[in-house]
């Protein structure tokens, strides 16, 4: 992060950040909802995108998903404890860790969410680069 800046921000700045969050509020709205509609609660769709989304090299175990979800581990296990009980993952113990995988059922449910948020994203986008951009163009 860069250092702050003397004096105060001018109102170009505020509103060019106004705008922004505005954009990135309607877009995890509308994501949100989507998640309610496939059947997940928010934060089960966060968990199976995590889950989904690791790099080849990381294994899911609740550390790994905590950091993932920036949330704390008892939170997590909890969360998992939730999506393993409506079939949505599972765990397997690997070494000394537990490891969370999608279900068939939870794969399926993530991609049908997945499409409809990539589509909206899509349509969502052009509109957050521009609110980013006037947001880095403003001179304090």
Not at 17 to 22: G, I, S
Not at 55 to 72: F, N, P, Y
Not at 84 to 95: I, M, P, T, Y
Not at 104 to 132: F, Y
């Amino acid at each position: 992060m860069g250092k702050p800046t003397k004096g105060k921000p001018n109102d170009s700045a505020y509103r060019a950040l106004a705008e922004f969050r505005y954009h990135i509020r309607r877009y995890l709205q509308f994501s949100d909802q989507n998640a309610k509609d496939a059947g997940l609660e928010p934060k089960q769709y966060q968990l199976l995108l995590a889950i989904k989304g690791l790099s080849k090299d990381k294994q899911a175990s609740v550390g790994v998903l905590a950091e993932q979800l920036h949330i704390r581990h008892h939170s997590t296990v909890e969360l998992i404890n939730r999506a393993e009980a409506k079939r949505l993952v599972e765990r397997n113990r690997s070494g000394n860790y537990v490891v969370v995988r999608l279900t068939p059922t939870g794969a399926r449910i993530l991609a049908r969410a997945v499409q409809t948020r990539l589509k909206e994203l899509r349509m969502a986008a052009p509109i957050l680069v521009k609110a980013l951009q006037k947001l880095i163009a403003v001179r304090e």
